[in-house]
T-cell receptor, first 111, second 113 residues
Framework: DGGITQSPKYLFRKEGQNVTLSCEQN?????MYWYRQDPGQGLRLIYY???????QKGDIAEGYSVSREKKESFPLTVTSAQKNPTAFYLCATRAGSYGYTFGSGTRLTVV | DQQVKQNSPSLSVQEGRISILNCDYTNSMFDYFLWYKKYPAEGPTFLISISSIKDKNEDGRFTVFLNKSAKHLSLHIVPSQPGDSAVYFC????????????FGKGTKLSVIP
């Protein structure tokens, strides 16, 4: 059964710590995306990757980093430089032109 | 500058009636629009799309209308059902190459039984 797995569902982080959010897909899609959702803000693009070993910054990349060492995985690291990291993070893949598939998300809370 | 605007944060509709969700956009060379539905603590799911060469696309209870002169699109849900209660996002595709989507802020639809 193909899909996108984001783990964990809920994540708590202390201020000043880095944390990595996992995104794994078995859809064999080349392109992968990370979005952030805040209340009343819609979805904003953090980073995206169209091919292995290549990625580009989105609209709000500051304080985040990614890697794309294999097709199936696109982890997102929220660094201590991200001033307001508490949010709902969504990973997505794309097949063809505009066929985005989203994961179920990770809720990150800074405590 | 918001490329995609959903000016109504929320909408309440009686079950069985029509729900109309609106979206305004700034123009680009190539326009392709999508509507996504999202439940709390879940990822968005694709609902319906329309390209700029059309002015209407229909899929069951869902119809999207595109008014290019007004730079406006709308999603009609008829008849509305309680299970339609969710946040609806309008999204616009960027030009060819990156296939990036720019999302509006969403409209929360509540269908009242």
């Amino acid at each position: 059964d193909g899909g996108i797995t984001q783990s964990p569902k809920y994540l708590f982080r202390k201020e000043g710590q880095n944390v990595t959010l996992s995104c794994e897909q078995n859809l064999n899609h080349d392109a992968m995306y990370w979005y952030r959702q805040d209340p009343g803000q819609g979805l904003r693009l953090i980073y995206y990757s169209q091919i292995v070993n290549d990625f580009q910054k989105g609209d709000i990349a500051e304080g985040y980093s990614v890697s794309r060492e294999k097709k199936e995985s696109f982890p997102l690291t929220v660094t201590s430089a991200q001033k307001n990291p508490t949010a709902f993070y969504l990973c997505a893949t794309r097949a063809g032109s505009y066929g985005y598939t989203f994961g179920s998300g990770t809720r990150l809370t800074v405590v | 500058d918001q490329q995609v605007k959903q000016n109504s944060p929320s909408l309440s509709v009686q079950e069985g009636r029509i729900s109309i969700l609106n979206c305004d956009y700034t123009n680009s060379m190539f326009d392709y629009f999508l509507w996504y539905k999202k439940y709390p603590a879940e990822g968005p799911t694709f609902l319906i799309s329309i390209s700029s060469i059309k002015d209407k696309n229909e899929d069951g209870r869902f119809t999207v209308f595109l008014n290019k002169s007004a730079k406006h699109l709308s999603l009609h849900i008829v008849p509305s059902q309680p299970g339609d209660s969710a946040v609806y996002f309008c999204a616009k595709a960027s030009g060819a190459g990156s296939y990036q989507l720019t999302f509006g802020k969403g409209t929360k639809l509540s269908v009242i039984p």
